[in-house]
């Protein structure tokens, strides 16, 4: 679930809260989210905070060693994780625990997962190798503020709604978002890339920019610290199949997949068609 608008206000929140702020320690209980093992994570112990940033959905954290200098913490939420920052410490028993990162006067920085997968990880780096890190060398460029023209991003014979979420070819945009973008823009879920004239691609990329703004400016006001187990969610069509369509009315359809639904509304977006379902059409075969 959380995608650029969460992460980039999980960044504004964190950044003026931490700068300056001294590591006590640092634990990764459980199941080792820790993908990285030199340098050690313990190297954080007794650091200092210096940064806090967000690039895709990835956020970085940079931080003053005490033993080896500056140091980057990359933490992925993927689509479980959540972070807080939290006045008490967490119980040793809590499963849900990823990363504690311990803070003066018993508050903690904390990374949990909910659900039975585990997927949310961590990275330690030195800042030589923050930029070959294969996720972030592998970005494409940012969602939001200003994406490049999406007539030559989106140029390829795949499903927008597959394009729009594929973080090497633009970051920052998942599941929930790519089906409020598209609805937004008028635009099939399933309309290839380079099917696109060059005005759908024009109002694709300002309905992303205005979208992705739009649920900024509510996290904005309605996310605070210590950060929320679950964010607000101003969808106006993800998972809300069934619904009247908020702009025309037509009942929202789903296409339903193995662990997410993708949601539009055929009047607006697929020229009245109903698009196959493809859990039904595969239990039917
Ligand atoms: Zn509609």
Redesign the pocket.
């Known amino acids: 679930m959380p995608e650029l608008p969460e992460m980039e206000i999980v960044a504004r929140r964190l950044a003026p809260a931490l700068s300056g702020e001294k590591i006590e320690s640092v634990l990764a209980p459980g199941i080792n989210a820790v993908k990285t093992f030199d340098p050690p994570l313990q190297a954080l112990d007794q650091g200092q905070f210096t940064g806090v940033r967000r690039r895709g959905k990835v956020l970085l954290f940079d931080v003053e060693s005490a033993a080896l200098g500056p140091l980057t913490l990359l933490v992925h939420l993927m689509s479980a994780g959540r972070m807080q920052l939290l006045d008490k410490r967490a119980s040793m028993r809590d499963r849900t625990s990823r990363l504690l990162i311990r803070l003066p006067e018993g508050r903690e920085l904390r990374v949990r997962e909910f659900g039975t997968r585990q997927a949310a990880w961590v990275k330690l780096l030195r800042p030589e190798d923050v930029e070959s890190e294969d996720s972030l060398a592998t970005l494409g460029p940012e969602a939001w503020p200003d994406p490049p023209e999406f007539s030559t991003l989106l140029d390829a014979p795949r499903p927008l709604h597959n394009l729009l979420r594929d973080q090497r070819v633009i970051a920052g945009i998942g599941r929930t978002w790519a089906d409020e973008i598209l609805h937004a823009a008028l635009l099939s879920p399933f309309k290839r890339g380079n099917d696109l004239s060059p005005e759908e691609a024009s109002v694709l990329r300002d309905a992303t920019i205005a979208e992705l703004g739009r649920v900024l400016q509510v996290y904005e006001e309605k996310v605070q610290l210590p950060l929320p187990e679950k964010f607000p969610k101003p969808v106006r069509v993800h998972a809300e199949q069934g619904k009247p369509?908020p702009?025309?009315e037509?009942v929202l359809e789903g296409v339903f997949y193995e662990d997410y639904v993708m949601t539009y509304?055929p009047?607006?977006q697929t020229e009245g068609k109903v698009l196959k379902d493809r859990r039904l059409s595969r239990l039917l075969k």
Do not use: A, L, M
């Open positions: 369509c702009r025309c037509t509304c009047e607006c």
